[in-house]
């Protein structure tokens, strides 16, 4: 049982380069969410997703898509990346509402 | 909106003694409230939640919680505390949506 996996650990990209971050869990959880840490900023929800096939925007959605094709993945698309994204990037799920989240390991990503 | 405050950023106590890590909500209907930790480098795990029932929640390593709904708080605390403990804690409120809300964290130094 893996948990959530995050894939890349680590990225470095130019401004204007589009990437893919893959989360994937083997829970069969309901709820998948992508979030980004920064310093003193918190964990900051950039969208989320109650099912498959469903999406839901968060607090900071701008530059960000998601889909949700599958019910075990929840993938996050950066179509034009700015160095304002620069950050650390978690994939956590749960199994229902009131359940607690499981994190992924985390994706740092650099924007030159 | 939703909101999670944790008033400080940095909580230091001395091995042994009890601690406290303040936190305080605002969310439609009734919250689901949790606090996680996070040790450097590393995805946040769960420490406990309150969904409903005693306002007293016991959790992981000897946390508790404490849910008081006129106040709006739930602050985590731990009889003892041990130089292990250090690291950084967040408070989150989910909505009956599910979306969730993350507190900027607060960073638990314990000194020997």
Redesign the interface.
């Given at each position: 049982n893996a948990g959530v996996t995050q894939t890349p650990k680590f990225r470095v990209l130019k401004t204007g380069q589009s990437m893919t971050l893959l989360c994937a869990q083997d829970m069969n959880h309901e709820y998948m969410y992508w979030y980004r840490q920064d310093p003193g900023m918190g964990l900051r929800l950039i969208h989320y997703s109650v099912g498959e096939g469903t999406t839901a925007k968060g607090e900071v959605p701008d530059g960000y898509n998601v889909s949700r094709l599958k019910k075990q993945n929840f993938l996050l698309g950066l179509e034009s990346a700015a160095p304002s994204q620069t950050s650390v990037y978690f994939c956590a799920s749960n199994g229902q509402g009131s359940g607690e989240q499981y994190f992924g390991p985390g994706t740092r990503l650099t924007v030159t | 909106a939703q909101s999670v405050a944790?008033p400080e950023?940095q909580v230091n106590v001395a091995e042994g003694n009890p601690l406290t890590v303040k936190c305080t909500y605002s969310v439609s209907g009734n919250p689901?409230l949790?606090w996680?930790v996070q040790y450097p480098?590393?995805?946040?795990?769960?420490l406990l939640?309150y969904?409903t029932g005693d306002n007293l929640v016991k959790g992981s390593y000897g946390f508790e919680a404490e849910f008081n709904k006129s106040q709006t708080s739930f602050h985590l605390k731990k009889p003892s505390a041990l130089v292990s403990d250090s690291a950084l804690y967040?408070c989150?409120v989910?909505d009956?949506?599910?979306?969730?809300?993350?507190?900027?964290?607060t960073t638990l130094t314990v000194k020997p």
């Open positions: - | 944790q950023d689901y949790f996680y480098n590393r995805g946040l795990q769960f939640k969904i967040f989150a989910r009956s949506a599910g979306k969730s809300t993350f507190g900027d964290g």
